[in-house]
């Protein structure tokens, strides 16, 4: 199947988005966004030619324009009330177009700057639907395919019956999801076997006192047992997750691994800066002895399940539940601080082993129906 898209300008492409999103459904933000940046790249690269190469690549900047311009007549302006608010149009950004390419939407370029290709069309299975990833616009598609599509914040989905039409290739799950991560145990040996390196007086002196210690035995998510430094003065001697405030980017962190004894620096390793932190303290809780436990709600009869989770998954498995679930806001005073739902049955097998690999315990709680 041959698909040729001329370079969309003006209403053609306003049109472009719309007709495939906003004709249909009400579409969220994020999906706009995303469905928004597919067609510029598409229309931008000749529809996706074969031929596609690095010398036809987009750059950052061009590709931020025009889609920009494509969401200024969808774009929410800010109320009075709330000076501080941005326009929708002001959330694509170079990390927004970074989380299509982990998705597998985009190809990244970094030759000689950061540019962009619309990545090949492909379905990826998982136990319940296909997800429908790459760069191809929903309005690319055939109409036997619209028709069916699902669309959940920047992804999209179809029915297993989709396959027996699918001109395009497969990839799978494992493949999707990105490379196999190391195990908790390899995790807990690398932070017992890192290089430290003693710190001298006047270092200990001048350490800064926003830094903060992650305790796998305090209460709480693990984002609430990062408790300062200078108040963890009889802490037993020994290893620990060290973070400080990255003074470049606000709301992020440098983290470190850290010989403490009753709150005194003693050592410190140089920064971690690739390891994912959320299955680091993952491993440091099943080090520590500390049980984690997922809880499933249901109804007796049900299609769907619900999630619920103590604390931030790492990056693969938060993919995996983006795929087969919906995120909900939930209460800052509630002891789940993160809820998923509408995962069908059939994918309960891959989010259980997903969670059993972080040692987290699954518990179910199935209700009788109210029907």
Known sequence: ??????????????????????GTVQAAPATLQAEAVRAVLWALCRGGASSLSSDSAVSTRT???????????????????????????????????????????LLQIRHPERQWLPAPPRLVPLGSRYLLAGGLPLLALPGTFQKQIILR???????????????????????????????LRELQN????????????GARESTPSQAQVYLPHAPGSQEERWQPLTRVTRLSAGRYLLRRPDRWQPGRFQYSIALLDQGRLL????????????????ALDQAAGRRTIARWYGQAGSETLTLHLESHLPRREYRLLQAV??????????????????IARSDLPLVAQALQSLGITSEHQITASTG
């Open 63 to 105: 590709l931020l324009h025009h889609t920009r311009h494509l969401l200024l007549p969808f774009a929410q302006q800010p109320p009075a009330s709330s000076p501080g608010a941005t326009p929708t149009t002001e959330q694509i950004d170079r990390q927004f177009l970074e989380r299509l390419a982990e998705q597998g939407d």
């Open 267 to 282: 050592q410190e390793s140089h920064p971690w800066e690739e390891i994912d932190i959320p299955r680091l303290c993952y």
């Open 153 to 183: 914040t920047t992804l999209r989905l179809l029915p297993l019956t989709a396959d027996k039409h699918w001109p395009y290739a497969y990839q799978r799950l494992a493949s999707w999801l990105g490379p196999q991560p190391p195990s």
């Open 325 to 342: 679930g919906e995120r909900l806001p939930v209460s800052p005073n509630s002891t789940w601080r993160y809820c998923w739902r509408a």
């Open 1 to 22: 199947m041959t698909i040729t898209i001329a370079l969309l300008q003006g209403e053609q492409a306003r049109y472009f988005v719309t007709s495939s999103l906003l």
């Open 190 to 201: 690398a932070f017992q076997q890192a290089q430290l390196i003693p710190v001298d007086q």
